[in-house]
């Protein structure tokens, strides 16, 4: 039987930490004299009661976790978070209806950055701080956010790291967790505290380079202005974004190597990485032939542009400082690739995960030789470690798993009056927590705002699904997840 006081008691805590994070906003909007105090003292009040209540459900529970009951804590944990996080846009009146306003909060958490806002720029500090904070929290995980400050909340804590990290293989730097946790998030911290220094340096004001900090490292993508990071235009704010957008896109382990161990020849000699880099390479050389061809650009704002959105596609940041609706069909296509191929595993981004693609390319080679020697033992191996054959059929599951829910949105979409092209984009957006689009009607630099209540609900789940990567939620609507044995 599934131990739904151990949940009820995680869940409690969690709401008290979201209304630590409110009261921030609170504190920021009271200094600054701004109309959602309010919203926010009562948005405060109600998780803080939320709290209490879980609290209380969960007095009498056992500090153990098992397997199920981490994979519906994760899921739970991620819509309460998000339900409880729509209030102060609601209260606030900034946005007037709750599906709106809890597709905006989840595109948060889940650091997809698709919005519903035609104009954020109206929004008030407290509430443009509270997106920021949203996607900053859940750029490494709500709950693993929670292993790292409280390791003795609850037992079972690899459990629950397994149903919210992302990536086929887990890494860890020290054999507790909650020690790996720290370590992790003390690179994250670092990282974001270095890029809203490069982006203060560069020229942003406070306000601003916090905001496109947090959100750069978690690979966002929500901004302070309707231009996204293009409002500045300024060239050494674009080369700050692909900086942290690429180190962000990078498995936190091997920065943790690089950084804290010196091991510097990890870098070249990790195949995730090096396929990472040279995805990049190319996808940025093909974008700036296209748009010198046919755009007409110069050079190096060729190279700057195209680097940019390319880095911010893969790494599924989903910020820009151009119009890529405007450029050549084919470079969507090279985008779109990207924002399939997600950056590295262990890192904040989403995507299918430039690991996967390994594995499946040495798979394919297997495959190949095999036919020309049906005896041949042929391990797949990823730097220098044989992966087993369950964790290849595992892979082949997320693969299928994934393009299946990607063509499921896709009709939908189709049948709710969505055009093919953005009914795909979008799609793939969700499912990779992407966030900007390549569609004329939805584009890059537009809100979803047009989208119908339905297909927002639906891609709701899609975010959430693409963030814990899909077999998380998708278990729990199986009849075995649920029963007694």
């Known amino acids: 039987m599934l131990n739904y006081n151990i949940i009820y008691k995680v869940i409690g805590t969690l709401l008290f930490i979201e209304a630590a994070m409110m009261a921030w906003c609170m504190g920021l909007s009271v200094y600054l004299g701004e109309d959602d105090s309010l919203a926010f003292l009562v948005s405060v009040a109600l998780t803080v009661l939320g709290g209490i209540g879980f609290k209380f459900l969960g007095r009498d529970s056992e500090n153990s976790l098992g397997r199920r009951e981490a994979y ?69 995980g709500i709950v693993f956010f929670t292993i790292a400050i409280i390791p ?80 500045f235009h300024n060239p050494y704010i674009d080369y700050t974004a692909i900086v942290f957008m690429f180190l962000s896109g990078t498995s936190f382990t091997l920065l943790y190597a690089t950084i804290f161990k010196g091991r510097f020849r990890q870098f070249y000699k990790n195949s995730e990485f090096r396929l990472y880099f040279f995805a990049v390479l190319v996808a940025t050389a093909l974008i700036t032939f296209f748009l010198i061809r046919d755009n007409h650009y110069q050079v ?37 690739i990207c924002m399939f191929f997600g950056a590295c595993s262990g890192s904040t981004s989403g995507g299918f995960k430039c690991i996967r693609m390994v594995m499946v390319f040495n798979i394919l080679r297997n495959e190949i ?23 290849q059929v595992t892979l082949l599951a997320f693969l299928a798993a994934y393009m299946a829910l990607c063509l499921f949105t896709y009709f939908c979409m189709i049948l709710l009056g969505v055009d093919s092209t953005n009914a795909i984009t979008i799609s793939l957006s969700c499912a990779g927590n992407v966030g900007p689009t390549l569609g004329l009607d939805i584009g890059p630099t537009m809100s979803w705002a047009v989208l119908p209540a339905g297909v927002k609900w639906l891609l709701s789940g899609l975010m959430l699904m693409g963030r814990l990567e899909i077999f998380t939620v998708l278990v729990l609507f199986t009849r075995a997840f649920w029963k007694e044995n």
């Open 72 to 140: 519906l804590l994760v899921t739970l944990t991620w819509i309460i978070f998000s339900l409880f996080g729509s209030l102060p846009f609601l209260i606030s009146g900034y946005i007037t209806n709750f599906t709106d306003a809890f597709f905006e909060t989840i595109s948060g958490f889940t650091t997809t950055g698709c919005s519903i806002l035609d104009d954020v720029e109206i929004l008030p500090h407290g509430l443009l701080f509270w997106r920021t904070m949203t996607q900053w929290i859940g750029g490494l």
């Open 152 to 231: 003795s909340l609850v037992g079972g804590t690899v459990k629950v790291f397994s149903a919210e990290a992302t990536g086929p293989i887990r890494a860890k730097m020290h054999p507790r967790l909650s020690t790996t946790a720290k370590w992790i998030w003390s690179i994250y911290f670092l990282l974001t505290i270095g890029c809203a220094a490069c982006y203060y340096i560069a020229g942003m004001g406070l306000f601003d380079c916090l905001n496109y900090a947090m959100t750069t490292t978690a690979t966002g993508g929500f901004s302070t202005h309707n231009a996204s990071t293009g409002y």
């Open 300 to 336: 190096f704002d060729a190279i700057r542009v195209s680097l940019f959105q390319v880095t911010s596609f893969i790494t599924t940041t989903g910020i820009f400082n151009d119009d890529a609706a405007q450029w050549h069909h084919i470079t969507w296509v090279i985008l779109s």
């Open 369 to 391: 030789r095999r036919i020309l020697h049906p005896r041949a033992v042929l391990p797949v191996r990823v730097n220098e470690n044989i992966i087993p054959y369950s964790s």
